[in-house]
């Protein structure tokens, strides 16, 4: 089956500490976004990469890193700079073209402790 | 600041009705524009999406609805079911750097479609 996959589903962290969440896909795509979803705040995006060793900030990277060593990965690293992190973060992908129709992952749910 | 404004916020109704979602952009540049279908705990997925050189799409019981001089798209949800109950977020895509592309996504409508 070609998707994404994020893990953990639910992961609680004490306020403080560096947590990394996984995004893993197997669609062959070569951009790779963070989103984090707040109640009634749609969709923001953290980080997004283009290709392999390459990222770029989106609206709201404070607090938050990645990494892009290889192509079917791209992990988010929250850390304790990051002020309000309870959240629901997504991953997404895309292919590249003329359009952007990225497809998202499960979403993983951060609570801060 | 891109902005998508989409409205309302919930909606409720009944089985067999007419759900309508509503989005406005200003950005001209927004060259796509795709719906996602969320549901609680998942992440959303893409349901049906239209480019600004047509005015309407129709897939099974969803259309998009384009309206390019007044900046306005909505979505259509006809005979409306149980479980299109969901909420829905419209989108707008452009150009970030050479072959990439941006997202900005509405707020979310929470739609309940009750028996």
């Known amino acids: 089956d070609g998707g994404i996959t994020q893990s953990p589903k639910y992961l609680f962290r004490k306020e403080g500490q560096n947590v990394t969440l996984s995004c893993e896909q197997n669609l062959n795509h070569d951009a790779m976004y963070w989103y984090r979803q707040d109640p009634g705040q749609g969709l923001r995006l953290i980080y997004y990469s283009q290709i392999v060793n390459d990222f770029q900030k989106g609206d709201i990277a404070e607090g938050y890193s990645v990494s892009r060593e290889k192509k079917e990965s791209f992990p988010l690293t929250v850390t304790s700079a990051q002020k309000n992190p309870t959240a629901f973060y997504l991953c997404a992908s895309s292919t590249p073209g003329l359009y952007n129709e990225q497809f998202f992952g499960p979403g993983t749910r951060l609570t801060v402790l | 600041q891109q902005q998508v404004k989409q409205s309302p916020q919930s909606l409720i109704v009944q089985k067999g009705g007419i759900s309508i979602i509503n989005c406005a952009y200003e950005n001209t540049a927004f060259d796509y524009f795709p719906w996602y279908q969320q549901f609680p705990g998942k992440g959303p997925a893409l349901l049906i999406a239209?480019?600004?050189?047509?005015s309407e799409k129709k897939e099974g019981r969803f259309t998009i609805s384009f309206n390019k001089s007044a900046k306005q798209f909505s979505l259509h949800i006809m005979d409306s079911q149980p479980g299109d109950s969901a909420t829905y977020f419209c989108?707008?895509?452009?150009?970030?750097?050479?072959?990439?592309?941006?997202?900005?996504f509405g707020k979310g409508t929470k739609l309940s479609v009750i028996p």
């Open positions: 239209i480019r600004p050189d047509v």
């Open positions: 989108a707008a895509s452009s150009s970030i750097q050479a072959g990439s592309y941006q997202l900005t």
